[in-house]
């Protein structure tokens, strides 16, 4: 008898913490994933009670949880448009809250044998838009560009194209891929490709360094040119919510920002707010 009492004690004592339990859901950008998963790892670390569900799959697919009221946070890359806040202003009566919680230069990664050490935006801008197809016209040798980049639900392909191709078309010769590691490993295993991400998924490549014009210095993205925003793409890592974050959501939050968050930006690759 004495056994059966402890086991259904131990079964009600686990309902209840269950039941207490609070969930914290976040979905989005691929380029934030890593950041996202290592925050919630540590924040859970130190509150048993509350359990964060990352998940990514693109901000565009990120923003539309948001909408839909199927997420508590959405991470994004770029900053959200105004037909989408407008749709939140339909459903919710809010424009949503936006969090600056990183900063990021965003990388135009080269295969590591590759001549070309630097480009202009200019550049840049050529070769994504197809006027430019060889590496002899950028400096390097008589071979064709390969061109890689994300799918258009990714919020770094729309940021790259408003902000490097000024709204332009990418060229039909770019081949798409479904995050940035898959970007990084197709440049990687190809001395030709060009592609393009977050700078924390540099790993066995090497930077372009990028100038605003032919008269400018080159920079590659560092703690420094991106404080003090010498490296030409630099841009903010975004969280958005409905409606201002209250209790638990806003702990996580605040926690992001703090210097323990902002140090594992640090660790991951990026760059802090703060």
């Not at 459903?91 to 990388?107: C, F, I, M, P, Q």
């Not at 050529?126 to 061109?147: E, L, P, R």
């Not at 008269?215 to 703690?223: I, M, N, V, W």
């Amino acid at each position: 008898m004495k056994n059966i009492i402890v086991l259904l004690l131990l079964a009600v004592f686990a309902f209840g913490f269950t039941a207490d339990n609070k969930v914290i859901t976040v979905k989005g950008s691929d380029t934030m994933v890593i950041l996202a998963q290592r925050w919630a790892e540590k924040y859970m670390e130190s509150h048993p009670g509350i359990t964060i569900q990352v998940t990514g799959g693109g901000s565009g697919i990120g923003i539309a949880a948001l909408i839909n009221g199927a997420t508590d946070i959405c991470d994004a890359p770029r900053p959200m448009k105004a037909s989408e806040r407008e749709k939140l202003k339909a459903r919710y009566n809010t424009l949503g809250v936006e969090v600056k919680a990183a900063k990021d230069g965003l990388s135009v990664y080269l295969n590591e044998s590759n001549s070309v050490k630097e480009l202009t935006l200019q550049q840049i801008k050529d070769i994504y838009t197809g006027k430019f197809t060889n590496w002899k016209q950028v400096g390097g040798k008589d071979a064709k560009i390969i061109v890689y980049g994300r799918e258009n639900s990714s919020g770094t392909y729309v940021y790259f194209k408003d902000n490097v191709l000024g709204g332009e078309d990418y060229t039909s010769t770019m081949q798409s891929l479904p995050g940035t590691a898959a970007v990084v490993n197709a440049v990687v295993k190809d001395q030709n490709a060009i592609g393009y991400g977050g700078a924390a998924y540099a790993k066995g490549i090497k930077y372009a360094a990028v100038k605003k014009d032919d008269k400018s210095p080159a920079y590659t993205p560092s703690e420094e040119t991106i404080k003090n925003n010498t490296y030409p793409i630099t841009r903010y890592l975004y969280m958005y919510l409905k409606v201002r974050p209250t209790g638990e959501i806003k702990d996580y939050i605040d926690w992001i920002l703090s210097k323990e968050g902002q140090d594992i930006v640090t660790k991951v690759g990026y760059f802090p707010v703060k």
